[in-house]
């Protein structure tokens, strides 16, 4: 899928985001809105939930840093778990299959990225996302989400929320590169006791029927359900082939059974 | 800043935050650093990641806890017990650094006959006056020195010039029954284990996991760093509590080390910078103390004989303080005139924030600039502060948004219930709109000393301008309007050398004045290239001699590089003094010169080439042997040995009992905080610190001795998301979402008893008033066992207020006014309140209607 873009290919770039080292500054989320000019939104009230007054990615949040309160228990003291969410740039991207106007593109860097001036704002892509990260925007009536800094690694940046990041929690570069930090970077946190540390988005996850692996990877140092990540990601769309085999057996169950009952009913009149 | 000053010599960090990556345990008290240094905390991350352990003591959990190896939850307030059971543990248990103590402090010393301890007298030491609630210090000083003790402790910041005494009578052998060792033993007796989990909340199997984490990482392969901010300072006990931290650092060998020290966390970004060149009201430029009415200071010279010290590095005061008076009067300062001594104004008491507050309110303060501070949301006491700015005759707020110190008058608190009318109040109200700094040009002095030069980016928007440029014009326009008179207070004015060249925009040309700063020589008109080059004579003029260096030609100005290179990030900026990152770092080496050990060497005596050489700028002279012993009758710097690394000081070594420099006492005492829930476990008979400074005012009321009304602590913070009175935060649109609304933050237990659920509305109330606010029920607080008593800690942000996107109730108004005697600090840390469940109407005041988010964008 991935288009020529009339020079070379870089090959994929992406996130690896670290929960083990956040300290939930937000800085990532205000470059993001900075650099792309998204306005504030919520409803300017006390969430109440933790620090985390931002709720959830949206159309004009492309960064979202989760706290997590993990409450004491037996084998672990309390915590406060932080992580920075962001799109996942998928290798099998269900928002990208899903576009029936070819407004969600790959592009040189492997990122998934969607033209405003294409999108037609079906929201075919909302769910088709098992994460949740496209959303339509009421405003001006299209789906917006991490461009990966589109313009920016144009120009020879680094996305503004890496840049801003004052912890290296959010680093960027080549995928390889960052999965193979990830992954040493997993074992190192359990050689030091962090026995769920896990790199979600390795190329294992969600098994066959998953994505492939994550672009933008991420270390997490609990269960990804507690970070608000399944465990299993897959695509909407791989089941479609079989939904749609059910259905039009079912159908055609149904239709033998009607078949049968009229016949049943016309031959007890006779 | 008097906390570390007196003790060591100079107020600023010991260190620099890189160089916390090197340290192997790194603890942070009276500071949330990963939320209000988030930027400097990565490099307790980095040292974390190297496998350094990583410390948080604070009552809440907090950002930083989450990044810590250990968090102990502490009440506030009684952080002095948990560090005086450190020192007593280390001293005890002979963990300590014996070769550095003995060598590099002053332990050895013999305290004088007539000095009593706390443990004598109740809580006091000797010499309290009690009608005027301070101490004659004279019992205080070291026997055999040349009895030039002070029969007052000085003023609050010039504590450098006193501390540190020459000639004294010394046991080497640190047994001696009043030997300075000794008697801090024996002043900390009392602070144990058990006294800590009685006073702090914290059990004794967690202050063992400290102590171990702190001395197993401060040996000679080892170093510990402490962080402290505001959580310390702010405090009527704030000095000393830092001066505990130093002592405690001392003894274990870590100051003037790589990984080691004290790395003191400055509120903003340049708040290092505003006391080095000072809008404190007794300080001049360079820490060289405000002439004072109440001193022998009524000429040059009798100033100069007060603040010259025989030995140590104040023995150069005469040559800053002339250079000082050239810079601000050029030709008109003569040797005939005192330098034009006569024209600088001296104070006659206390004019802190605090003061100021009670001064508008009484009509002694008739107007206000107000130029980067929202005091009608952060005074203390806000409500009263308030008022205060009611009864001004006229204001001026510059800013880059309409804060709430310029609209008090029409949308405040007491506008809206009545007891303010904006008909009746006289205050003439300017509001001028100010440059942020992409849009001027300037530097930032940061937390670790460091200047740095920024340029501007963008214009600032419509008629914006920079505080230097409204400075400037009002100076000139000032200067005119008072050309004709010939009152006193005209001739400050006209005395002035006022000559800085502009830009075209008009704004003044701010390298010009950095190169005053740096100073020159008059003849040539050449910089000086240090402060070494200064001289008393009128020769050279010179802005603040401790940032001389930083233009070494007219046409290079430090400030301005960026090319970081080695372990101590030289030639990234310029730090004060001379460059140099780690202070004291002579003591990096051992007596003898050469390093602790391979892995902590920094600064190291080159036999063969006979100088100290290493990864910094040394701190020392460059060509002092370690073998160096002063001659008969040597003066300034010569009169220190070669083993004494604290050069700002008379002798040479740090203070661990500091004879006459404090208002509060020579060794740390641990007193409650002005308001607090319950005795004073360690000195039943002196509840608090016996002079600090109350300001009384009938709109000022303290809680009557451990009230019943008032049962739980209250402390205030900061978030990461927003800025102090949130003036440049809660204003912009991105900021504001992030933390849209003021919150306390309180434990489950307290919840339940009062009713609330997380997310509901509380009312917090103190004497001096109620706020209602939203509940944040969380786990990150948790009661604390304290003496058998439960007490609940309840967490409140005073960035909020009535303007703005976010907004809430003011958290200041319901702090008091009540200072530190020596740095004359508020007590905004520790306080206590009461919680209860608020009623709709209240509620109804609080929210203040709805806001539009991308308003002003």
Redesign the interface.
């Known amino acids: 899928m991935t288009r020529s873009f009339g020079h070379e290919h870089p090959g994929a770039m992406g996130f690896l985001t670290d929960a083990t ?1 956040c ?5 990532c ?2 470059a993001c ?2 650099w792309n000019e998204l ?4 409803d ?3 969430s ?1 939930r ?2 985390d ?2 709720g959830d990615l949206g159309a004009t949040t492309w960064r979202h840093v989760a706290f997590i ?1 993990r ?2 228990t037996d084998e672990a003291p ?5 992580l920075s969410d962001v799109c996942k740039h998928c290798v099998h991207a269900g928002c990208m299959e899903a576009c029936p106007t070819g407004a969600i593109v790959r592009t040189e860097f492997d990122s998934i990225f969607i033209q405003p001036d294409i999108c037609n704002g079906c929201g075919y892509c909302v769910p088709a996302c098992p994460f949740g990260v496209p959303q339509l925007d009421q405003d001006d009536g299209r789906v917006h989400k991490c461009t990966l800094c589109y313009d920016r690694l144009r120009g020879g940046l680094q996305p503004a929320c890496a840049t801003a990041c ?3 929690s959010i680093l960027f570069g080549p995928v390889t590169e960052l999965r193979s930090i990830g992954r040493s970077r997993v074992e190192s946190l359990k050689e030091r006791g962090v026995q769920k540390a896990s790199l979600y988005g390795d190329t294992s996850l969600g098994g066959t029927n998953g994505i492939g692996g994550l672009n933008a990877m991420f270390v997490l140092n609990d269960e990804p359900e507690l970070f608000n990540l399944p465990a299993a990601p897959s695509l909407p769309q791989r089941t479609t082939g079989p939904a749609f085999l059910a259905t039009l057996l079912s159908g055609a169950c149904f239709a033998l059974l009607g078949a049968a009952a009229f016949r049943a009913t016309k031959r007890g009149e006779d | 800043m008097p906390g570390l000053g007196a003790r060591l010599g100079r107020g600023g960090a010991t260190t620099f935050l890189q160089n916390l990556a090197e340290s192997d345990c790194v603890v942070v008290m009276g500071s949330n650093m990963a939320e209000n240094h988030p930027v400097g905390f990565r490099f307790v991350v980095e040292a974390r990641e190297r496998g350094g352990t990583v410390v948080h003591v604070d009552p809440r959990f907090t950002r930083t806890s989450a990044l810590a190896d250990l968090h102990l939850p502490i009440r506030a307030g009684s952080d002095l017990v948990l560090l005086g059971a450190l020192i007593s543990a280390v001293i005890e248990r002979g963990l300590f650094n014996r070769e550095y103590v003995l060598h590099y402090t002053n332990a050895a010393a013999l305290v004088g006959d007539a000095f009593q301890d706390t443990d004598d007298l109740h809580g006091l030491f000797s010499g309290y006056r009690e009608g005027e609630r301070a101490y004659d210090t004279s019992s205080w000083a070291l026997a055999g020195n040349r009895g030039s003790g002070h029969s007052q402790a000085i003023d609050a910041e010039s504590y450098e010039q006193r501390a540190g005494e020459t000639n004294v009578e010394e046991d080497p052998s640190l047994t001696h029954l009043r030997c300075v060792f000794q008697v801090l033993r024996r002043h900390f007796a009392r602070y144990t284990p058990e006294s800590v989990q009685r006073v702090c909340g914290i059990d004794p199997d967690q202050f063992e996991r400290l102590l171990s984490a702190i001395t197993a990482n401060s040996t000679p392969e080892r170093t510990t760093t402490f962080c402290y901010s505001v959580a310390w300072t702010q405090h009527t006990t704030g000095t000393q509590m830092i001066g505990a931290c130093a002592i405690l650092q001392l003894l274990l060998g870590n100051i003037g080390r790589p990984g080691g020290g004290i790395m003191a966390l400055r509120g903003h970004a340049t708040i290092q910078g505003s006391t080095d060149i000072p809008t404190l009201f007794n300080l001049l430029p360079g820490y060289l103390p405000m002439p004072a009415a109440d001193r022998p200071h009524a000429s040059l010279a009798n100033y100069l004989a007060d603040v010259t010290t025989e030995t140590g590095w104040w023995h150069h005061a005469p040559a800053y303080m002339v250079s000082l008076l050239k810079a601000y009067y050029g030709e008109r300062a003569t040797p005939n005139n005192g330098f034009g001594y006569g024209w600088l104004p001296q104070i006659e008491g206390d004019y802190s924030f605090q003061q100021m507050t009670l001064m508008m309110d009484r009509g002694v303060i008739q107007g206000l600039f107000c130029m980067g501070q929202n005091p009608a949301v952060g005074g203390l006491n806000a409500k009263l502060a308030r008022r205060g700015l009611s009864r001004l005759r006229w204001l001026v707020v510059r800013d880059a948004f309409e804060i709430e110190s310029a609209n008090f008058w029409k949308d405040g608190p007491e506008v809206a219930e009545g007891s303010l009318r904006p008909e009746e109040i006289p205050t003439e109200v300017f509001l001028l709109p100010a440059a942020l700094t992409a849009e001027k040009d300037g530097s930032y002095t940061n937390t670790q000393r460091l200047i740095q030069w920024h340029d501007r980016a963008v214009p600032p928007p419509g008629e914006a301008t920079s505080e230097a440029w409204f400075v400037h014009r009002l100076a000139r326009l000032l200067r005119e309007r008072y050309a004709d008179d010939d009152s006193p207070r005209a001739a400050q004015l006209q005395a002035l050398e006022w000559t800085y060249p502009t830009l075209p925009d008009g704004e003044p040309n701010l390298e010009r004045v950095l190169l005053e700063i740096n100073g020159v020589h008059l003849a040539s008109g050449q910089p000086v290239t240090g402060f070494g080059e200064l001289r008393d004579d009128g020769s050279t003029a010179c802005g603040c001699w401790i940032y001389s260096g930083i233009m070494p030609a007219t046409d290079r100005n430090r400030a301005r590089e960026r090319a970081a290179s080695g372990r101590a990030s030289l030639g990234w900026g310029y730090a004060w003094p001379a460059d140099r990152r780690i202070l004291y770092n002579r003591a990096s080496a051992r007596p003898d010169g050469t390093p602790w050990s391979e892995r902590k060497a920094w600064i190291w005596w080159d036999i063969e080439r006979g100088r100290w050489i290493g990864h910094d700028i040394p701190d020392f002279p460059s060509a002092k042997p370690p073998e160096y012993r002063p001659g008969a009758g040597a003066t300034g710097v010569t009169a220190h040995r070669g083993d004494a690394p604290f050069l700002m000081l008379a002798d040479g070594r740090a203070q661990l009992f500091v004879a006459s420099a404090l208002r509060d006492g020579p060794l740390p005492t641990h007193y409650e905080p002005w308001e607090s829930p319950v005795a004073n476990e360690l000195y039943p008979d002196q509840l608090r610190n016996p002079v600090a400074r109350e300001l009384s005012d009938p709109g000022n009321p303290y809680q009557p001795l451990q009230d019943p009304r008032f049962p739980h602590v209250l402390t205030t913070y900061r978030l990461t998301e927003h800025h102090t009175a949130g003036g440049m935060s809660r204003f912009v649109p991105w900021l504001a979402e992030l933390q849209p609304e003021g919150f306390a933050e309180l434990d489950s237990v307290l919840a339940d008893r009062v009713g609330i659920d997380n997310g509901g509305w509380i009312a917090i109330s103190t004497p001096r008033g109620e706020i209602v606010t939203r509940a944040l029920v969380t786990d990150r607080l948790q009661p604390l066992s304290i003496g058998g008593r439960t007490i609940h800690q309840v967490g409140l942000p005073w960035h909020f207020g009535f303007g703005g996107i976010a907004t809430g109730a003011i958290a200041n108004d319901l702090t008091s006014l009540v200072e530190d005697p020596n740095s004359l600090i508020h007590e905004g840390k520790a306080m206590t309140c009461s919680v209860r469940r608020a009623s709709f109407s209240a509620t109804r005041v609080a929210m203040d209607g709805t806001r539009d988010w991308n308003e002003g964008r």
């Open positions: 080292l300290i939930g500054c937000k800085a989320e205000v809105k900075q306005p504030a939104d919520g300017a009230a006390l109440a933790s620090y007054n931002t309160e409450v004491a309390f915590a406060w778990l932080m004052p912890t290296d």
